[in-house]
């Protein structure tokens, strides 16, 4: 497995700032804020994993006649920074005409089908697991963004697995969490 740290990255993050403001009394007060710690490759195991628990609760929730569009909603805005004014870049797995998704509405939709024209419902398949193959993880130098690549499978209930390419960016959401600000998967290239 491969950890990179970007060194001279541009996306560099001031570890401590200090600004003053005026008190109500009209004394200097200064203040000091703390950027957020540094993103680990450990953190981004864990929001993998929890995404696709994610994924399964979804499914799960479809299967047993619960509000899996609820479900589904909680799951991008636990996992995805649209809530955080980021632009997010997400193009999912099965997606050919409507590529790009790109507000939690449109997210929500291929997830579990609500509109478009292609949109069946990804999560509601359902899956009984999620397995994740980091082939590299490349941390930022100033730990505010880290990018994941490699392959994970999605267990049917029949079973068998697919095995889908990822790419994914993560950073600090607002809530302190990991958030997905890119997500792009496909399908394995087939010469047939």
């Known amino acids: 497995m491969l950890t990179t740290i970007l060194a001279g990255s541009s996306l560099a993050l001031a570890a401590c700032s200090e600004t003053t403001t005026e008190a109500g009394d009209g004394s200097a007060t200064a203040e000091t804020a703390v950027a957020a710690d540094p993103i680990t490759e450990a953190e981004v195991e864990a929001a993998q994993q929890a995404w696709g628990e994610g994924i399964v609760a979804i499914?799960?929730?479809?299967?047993?006649?619960?509000?899996?569009?609820?479900?589904?909603?909680?799951?991008?805005?636990?996992?995805?920074?649209?809530?955080?004014?980021?632009?997010?870049?997400?193009?999912?797995?099965?997606?050919?005409?409507?590529?790009?998704?790109?507000?939690?509405?449109?997210?929500?939709?291929?997830?579990?089908?609500?509109?478009?024209?292609?949109?069946?419902?990804?999560?509601?398949?359902?899956?009984?697991?999620?397995?994740?193959?980091?082939?590299?993880?490349?941390?930022?130098?100033?730990?505010?963004?880290?990018?994941?690549?490699?392959?994970?499978?999605?267990?049917?209930?029949?079973?068998?697995?697919?095995?889908?390419?990822?790419s994914f960016a993560y950073e600090r959401g607002d809530d302190g969490e990991l958030k997905i600000v890119l997500h792009h998967s496909s399908l394995p290239y087939s010469a047939n």
């Open 59 to 166: 499914g799960q929730t479809y299967t047993e006649e619960g509000d899996y569009r609820a479900r589904a909603q909680e799951h991008i805005a636990t996992h995805y920074a649209y809530g955080d004014d980021q632009t997010i870049l997400f193009k999912p797995t099965l997606a050919a005409e409507d590529q790009f998704r790109e507000n939690d509405g449109e997210a929500l939709s291929y997830f579990v089908g609500t509109e478009g024209t292609e949109d069946g419902g990804f999560a509601i398949a359902p899956y009984t697991g999620v397995r994740w193959e980091n082939n590299g993880t490349v941390i930022s130098d100033s730990g505010d963004m880290a990018v994941a690549m490699g392959n994970y499978y999605f267990t049917g209930t029949d079973g068998n697995e697919t095995k889908v390419e990822y």
